[in-house]
């Protein structure tokens, strides 16, 4: 499910990046989360870039489960 996280709650396990209040996450069956839509992860100021990231989606492009709970 969609949801927005009311509190700070770690790192994502797929980009690294830190979970913050107010990002939206996907909550999985098995209660973990992640960053769900695009989430920015850095500027590049030389090249003038922007990288984002889109997390749970890109993951269950090429996988249907959990990254921290493959055999769930």
């Not at 790192?11 to 690294?16: N, R, T, Y």
């Not at 695009?38 to 269950?60: G, S």
Request: proline letters at 4%.
């Amino acid at each position: 499910s969609e949801d927005v996280l009311s509190k700070d709650a770690g790192e994502c396990a797929i980009c690294l990046e830190e979970l913050q209040q107010g990002d939206t996450i996907a909550r999985l069956p098995c209660l973990c989360i992640y960053h769900k839509g695009q989430v920015f992860l850095r500027m590049d100021i030389k090249f003038q870039k922007v990288a984002f990231t889109d997390c749970i989606d890109e993951w269950f492009e090429v996988n249907r489960s959990c990254p921290e709970h493959p055999s769930d």
